[in-house]
């Protein structure tokens, strides 16, 4: 179902981005999506194949109305309620997401490091991961007391591992071999 998820996701993509509503439309989505993820009552009936469109259509209105979401988001989830694919909505924002970063040049890094970095430390890692991934980072930062010390970080599948238990690990494999 990943591809699904992400055709959905890539046409809404196309849809947000052309009418310059990317933001509110992941925001609007989001919304939908928590009240879709907290409510199996809710999950059932839009997944029901026994539920007709147009009662579908008339839930999704008015929570759509109750969370302010506009025609775009409104349309895609009635298309999606339509081709009976609502039990992938978790993975359709998901990729939407993804999607939505990717082609506004964003990418997501996970920085685990021994010690808290200070505001000049993690300014210095997302202007140097900015340099070498030409990409807008978002930074999540995380400790790892087992790093010894320095720091590793995950853009995408990309990891770069500066930390002190790396280097370790590596002069005891050189030393090893001599």
């Given at each position: 179902?990943?591809?699904?998820?992400?055709?959905?996701?890539?046409?809404?993509?196309?849809?947000?981005?052309?009418q310059?509503?990317?933001?509110?439309?992941?925001?609007?989505?989001?919304?939908?999506?928590?009240?879709?993820?907290?409510?199996?009552?809710?999950?059932?009936?839009?997944?029901?194949?026994?539920?007709?469109?147009?009662?579908?259509?008339?839930?999704?209105?008015?929570?759509?109305?109750?969370?302010?979401?506009?025609?775009?988001?409104?349309n895609f989830?009635?298309?999606?309620?339509?081709?009976?694919?609502?039990?992938?909505?978790?993975?359709?924002?998901?990729?939407?997401?993804?999607?939505?970063?990717?082609?506004?040049?964003?990418?997501?890094?996970?920085?685990?490091?021994?010690?808290?970095?200070?505001?000049?430390?993690?300014?210095?890692?997302?202007?140097?991961?900015?340099?070498?991934?030409?990409?807008?980072?978002?930074?999540?930062?995380?400790?790892?007391?087992a790093?010894?010390?320095?720091?590793?970080?995950?853009?995408?599948?990309?990891?770069?591992?500066?930390?002190?238990?790396?280097?370790?690990?590596?002069?005891?494999?050189?030393?090893?071999?001599?």
């Open positions: 179902m990943k591809s699904a998820s992400l055709q959905y996701a890539n046409a809404l993509a196309d849809v947000a981005l052309a310059g509503a990317a933001d509110t439309a992941l925001r609007q989505l989001g919304d939908f999506a928590a009240a879709f993820g907290v409510s199996a009552e809710l999950r059932n009936f839009l997944t029901s194949p026994g539920v007709p469109s147009g009662a579908k259509h008339d839930v999704i209105e008015k929570i759509a109305g109750r969370i302010g979401a506009g025609k775009i988001i409104r989830l009635f298309v999606i309620a339509d081709h009976q694919r609502t039990h992938i909505l978790p993975e359709i924002v998901a990729s939407f997401q993804d999607v939505i970063r990717q082609r506004q040049g964003i990418a997501e890094a996970e920085i685990s490091s021994a010690i808290e970095l200070s505001a000049a430390q993690k300014k210095r890692f997302a202007q140097t991961l900015e340099r070498l991934t030409g990409k807008k980072i978002e930074a999540k930062y995380s400790l790892d007391p790093l010894l010390g320095g720091a590793v970080v995950r853009v995408g599948d990309t990891i770069y591992d500066g930390s002190v238990r790396s280097s370790l690990n590596e002069m005891r494999v050189r030393l090893a071999a001599e």
